[in-house]
C-alpha cells in the first residue's frame, strides 16, 4: 500500500505527483525546488539561498510523514552548475551535520522555474 503525502508547510506540487509517498517503511520525496510556500515564488537568486529553501521544504514535507531530515537515507542533488557545488555543499552540511545520508550530485541543463537546485530523498520511517 501506499499513502500520499501532503504538507501545507511546503509548497504545492507543481505538475502531476504527489509531495511525497510513503510505502514499505520508506518516505520517497519528490524534489524540491526552492520555491516560497507563501508566494509559491522561487526564494533567493544565489545557490546558497536556494539551497536552504530546498532543504526546508524537504523538512516539511518530512515532517508532515512523520519523520524528520535524520530519517534520510538517500539524497539525490540536481545543480545547473558544478562550479556552484561547494556553496550546494555548505549549506547542505548544515542540515546533515552527523551521520550524512548517501547522496548523489548531477548536473543538469536546466531545472523548473529556472531554479539552480533541486533536492530529493528518501527516508526510513522508523518503527
Partial sequence: MKEVVAAKQAPAAIGPYSQAIKAGG??????????????GEVDGTDVGTQTRRSLENLAAILEAAGA???????TTVFITNMAEFPA???VYA??????????????VAALPRGAKVEIEAVAHLQS
Fill in 26 to 39: 520508506f518516505i520517497f520525496a519528490s524534489g524540491q525546488i526552492p520555491l516560497s510556500p507563501e508566494s
Fill in 68 to 74: 524528520s531530515l535524520e530519517n534520510v537515507v538517500k
Fill in 94 to 107: 548544515t542540515y546533515f551535520p552527523a551521520n550524512a545520508p548517501a547522496r548523489s550530485c548531477v548536473a
Fill in 88 to 90: 550546494v555543499n555548505e
